[in-house]
């Protein structure tokens, strides 16, 4: 269920037990997106928001998961503001926290300089759904940087070219009752 901006985000559809889970993500070429719906596919009846379009109301759910794309090392900024504007309320929800990025081994480093301590302990899973360089996508700076990295990498086998379907079964089977 996508949550659209002319839509109150204030009422999600009901999981069996109350159970409400809410998938929130920031996404500039579409791969933290396509991950975060794949989630919901995986999770029926979780509540999706883009968090450059829209602010979420916490209070409506019981479970949390917040996934952002990858730049220069930092995640999405809307991303990293919701996660530092509602640091006190996401360390009470069961809650996880994805990235999608293209260079495996920085994930921890990633995630560390962009998540607080607090928030890294609370989480029940928090890692790399893998990503993707999408050219078409990218236009001026972006894509030069882009090409220069994909053609050092090429062939590297830490280098995620794809979703990680594995990676995201297991984030979803963490929200599983
Ligand atoms: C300009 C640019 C900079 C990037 N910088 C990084 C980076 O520092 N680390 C990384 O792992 N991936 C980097 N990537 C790859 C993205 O993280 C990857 O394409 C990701 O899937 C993007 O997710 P999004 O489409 O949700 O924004 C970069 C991609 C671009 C286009």
Redesign the pocket.
Known sequence: MELTISEAPTAPRLLKGDFMILIAYA???????QAAQKLAELLPGASLCDLTKMTPQLENYDSVIIG??????SI?KDAKEFLEKNQATLGTKKLAIFI????AD?TDQ?LQTAVSDELRGAAVWMGSVG????MAK?KGL?KI??MA?SKAVKDDQRVNVELDEVALDKLAACFYQ
């Open positions: 996404s500039k070429t579409g791969n933290a997106q952002a794309g990858v730049r220069m090392n999405h999608s990025n293209c260079f920085t990633v990503g993707r360089l999408d990218l972006d940087v882009a990295a």
